[in-house]
């Protein structure tokens, strides 16, 4: 089982990425998917998660900038994110429930990350 996480790099202030993470594997069913995200000397912390029927919520902080969105065919979750600030760098995780076959219960898998900076 992987979560494949990609589309960070360098951005100004106010400029915008879209963050993609396909879970790929012997999967039954996929639950809940989300983002979070680390800053340097800071505690993960989530940024945007979305059930299974498209239910979402965010942080505080993003809510009006970004937008977590999924594509249940394709097992992937995505990050919109525009008028990104300098406050926004940080590694960002994706982070999914996934039921998988001959499994009795689902668990959380994590993907490997991917850095996000923006520049003032």
């Known amino acids: 089982v992987q979560l494949q996480a990609s589309g960070g790099g360098l951005v100004q202030a106010g400029g915008s990425l879209r963050l993609s993470c396909a879970a790929s594997?012997?999967?039954?069913?996929?639950?809940?998917m989300g983002w979070y995200r680390q800053a340097p000397g800071k505690q993960r912390e989530l940024v945007a998660a979305?059930?299974?029927?498209?239910?979402?919520n965010y942080r505080d902080s993003v809510v009006g900038r970004f937008t977590i969105s999924r594509d249940n065919a394709k097992n992937t979750v995505y990050l919109q994110m525009n008028s990104l600030k300098p406050e926004d760098t940080a590694v960002y995780y994706c982070?999914?429930?996934?039921?998988?076959?001959?499994?009795?219960?689902?668990?959380?898998?994590w993907g490997q990350g991917t850095l996000v900076t923006v520049s003032s």
């Open positions: 982070n999914a429930n996934l039921w998988l076959r001959g499994s009795p219960l689902g668990r959380d898998y």
């Open positions: 979305i059930s299974s029927g498209g239910s979402t």
């Open positions: 594997g012997n999967i039954f069913k996929v639950n809940n």
